[in-house]
Nanobody
Framework: QVQLVESGGGLVQPGGSLRLSCAAS????????MGWYRQPPGKQRELVAS???????NYADSVKGRFTISRDNAKNTVYLQMDSLKPEDTAVYYC??????????????WGQGTQVTVSS
């Protein structure tokens, strides 16, 4: 079992930045693929970004050039740096881990979610 705990959400003005963190339990974090999903109000959950165990990244078209996913295996933590935020980025953001280290759509374990609200 892997436990994931997200932090860093909050209220930010359009054009601002936030950095989400996801701390994972366990000593084999480095072999998991990790990802961030989001669920806007009234909409389905969607993949935002993922990173494989080898460090290959994948982004949704809507966030390319604005969001950056990274991982620190020494700290068992994955990050999502979000810049140039827009109101349409408002959503609950979820961290996810997958046993398949090469997965670009991780899905095995989920965090509880953290709210991001972009509004003036």
């Amino acid at each position: 079992q892997v436990q994931l705990v997200e932090s860093g959400g909050g209220l930010v003005q359009p054009g601002g930045s936030l950095r989400l963190s996801c701390a994972a339990s366990g000593s084999i974090f480095r072999i998991y693929a990790m990802g961030w999903y989001r669920q806007p109000p009234g909409k389905q959950r969607e993949l935002v970004a993922s990173i494989t165990s080898g460090g290959t990244t994948n982004y949704a078209d809507s966030v390319k050039g604005r969001f950056t996913i990274s991982r620190d295996n020494a700290k068992n933590t994955v990050y999502l740096q979000m810049d140039s935020l827009k109101p349409e980025d408002t959503a609950v953001y979820y961290c996810c881990a997958d046993h398949d280290g090469w997965s670009t759509v991780p899905s095995d374990y989920w965090g509880q979610g953290t709210q991001v609200t972009v509004s003036s």
